[in-house]
Structures are given as C-alpha cells and as structure tokens.
C-alpha cells in the first residue's frame, strides 16, 4: 500500500517564488492535514479538510492555500516564498466517522523539505 | 484548552529501559497515540491507546495511561540503537466535526553504546 504519498521531498526556492506541495492517499480517508515542523520543534496545523471541497484552516495557515477537489489529493500552494516558510511540511490523512469512536490515527507521508533562499 | 506536553530530551544507555512521558488535558480525549520519527522520515505510528485502558503492552514497548492525572507513558524495554528517534504523545477527542489530534512537541531518545 502506498498510503499517504508527498512530492516533491527537497525542493529550494527563491524568495518571492511560488510552488504547490503534493498530497495524495490512497486509503479512502475524508480527514487530510498538513502540518510544518521547524528545527527541533513539535508539528503545527496548518489547514485541515473533513472531505473534498472542505478545507479550514489550522493554528498558522499565512502564507498558504490549499484545496481538496478530490478525496484523494490535498496540495498546499505557497504563493509567494519567504524564509520564515523553510520547513519540512508533512502531509497526513485519517478516517473519521460519525458513526462511533472507533480508532482512526493519523497516517503521515514522509514530508518534503522546502528550503527559502 | 488542549495541550500536550513532553520532556524535550531523554538519554539511555544500550540495554536499558527508556520511558518517556507525557501529559494531556483535554479529560474527553477518546484515543492517545504515540508516533516515533526517524530522522528524515515522517512519523510512524507506534502504538496507541483506548481511554478506558491503564495499560498496554506490545513486544518490548508497554503504554501506562493514568487518566485520573491525564498522564501517559511509553516505555521501551532492552532499548536499542535503533530507538534513537523523536517520539511524539498525541490525543484525539471527537467533536460534532470529527475527530481532533493534538500532538505534543516531541522527546528526542538518544540511546548510547
């Protein structure tokens, strides 16, 4: 199983230059995040969707856009690149249901580290 | 509000026990998590545990969770070189929307020969 992939994983830009990160799963999960982690810190929020066409934002969603047109894909567009944004960014996906509170963890795509220059 | 906390670091020698702690506030969290990254990886589900549980145990890792005092724990029996990682606590809650993840900031397990 693929599960939650991310491209590109390294990737420098330029001050001002604007990129998509990629996110796709392939577990049919409704819940998808992206979160950024900085040097020897936790993860923080980003955005977050519930399902396609849904997205909100999280605890640092400046700076950033996303969109979910399909269950699948997540990308996250910085538009325009500024240092404070070097980070690795991590996507991740869960199934959560209304249904009952059954067990649905995070699964997390290895990350792509984005350098500002 | 939500918050999860941990130590930022914990050294072990090879062989010996490692636990590492963590402490939550939400009293409805529903699902507590422990996730180990790697370094240059992303984060890998480790084991978790039910909030109705105290304890769970998984080869050589063993959750404690005290609820009363909104206290988890992962201890790694026979620690190796290979546990050297960043383990990250997490707690889900469930609210009209879904299910909601607080992660707490990570503990660096450096284990030494």
């Known amino acids: 199983n693929a599960g939650v992939t991310q491209t590109p994983k390294f990737r420098i830009l330029k001050i001002g230059q604007s990129m998509t990160l990629q996110c796709t799963q392939d577990m049919n999960h409704n819940y998808m995040y992206w979160y950024r982690q900085d040097p020897g810190m936790g993860l923080k929020l980003i955005y977050y969707s519930v399902g396609a066409g849904i997205t909100d934002k999280g605890e640092v969603p400046n700076g950033y856009n996303v969109s979910r047109s399909t269950t699948e894909d997540f990308p996250l567009r910085l538009e325009l690149a500024a240092p404070s944004q070097t980070s690795v960014y991590f996507c991740?996906?869960?199934?959560?249901?209304?249904?009952?509170?059954?067990?649905?963890?995070?699964?997390f795509g290895d990350g792509t580290r984005l350098s500002i220059l | 509000g939500e918050d999860v906390e941990q130590s930022l670091f914990l050294s072990v020698r090879e062989g010996d026990s490692s636990v590492i702690n963590c402490t939550y506030t939400d009293s409805s969290s529903t699902y507590l998590y422990w996730y180990k990254q790697e370094p240059g990886a992303g984060l890998q589900l480790l084991t978790y545990i039910f909030s109705n549980m105290d304890m769970k145990q998984d080869q050589r890792l063993t959750v404690l969770l005290n609820k009363k005092d909104k206290h988890l724990s992962l201890r790694i029996a026979d620690t190796q070189t290979g546990d050297s990682a960043i383990y990250f606590c997490a707690e889900s809650q469930w609210d009209n929307y879904g299910q909601n993840f607080v992660f707490g900031p990570g503990t660096r397990l450096s284990v030494l020969p």
């Open positions: 991740a996906s869960s199934y959560s249901s209304r249904t009952g509170y059954s067990n649905q963890p995070q699964h």
